[in-house]
């Protein structure tokens, strides 16, 4: 009878480590739910994030954190807005990333 408990307890704790590695979601866990808006007043933007596409989603998200703790928007990224933030983010990269390189090199 003990080992059938044994059996039992194993064979209990083995399915539940398959279903641990099971991916829940197909799509992955996006932070932005739908395709977001498409223009926010300049004005009352403090932050801009822009996420690439990952392992847990599958697309670009360009999220802006309004001034005065007004909270988050999720900026839909083939809005021109969103095209000119990405591209800004970009040349910031960019040139950050000379810098540094250059900073090696002297």
Known sequence: ??????????????CAAIVQGFPMFKRGR????????KVVKVADIEKASIIRPSNNCDKT??????KAQKGHRCLNPKSKQASLIIKKAERIFLNI??????????
């Open 61 to 66: 998200e360009v999220i802006i954190t309004l």
């Open 30 to 37: 996006c932070l932005c739910v739908g395709p977001g808006v």
């Open 1 to 14: 009878m003990h080992v059938k408990g044994m059996a039992i307890v194993s064979a209990v704790i083995f």
């Open 97 to 106: 990333k000379m810098y540094k390189v250059l900073e090696k090199r002297i």
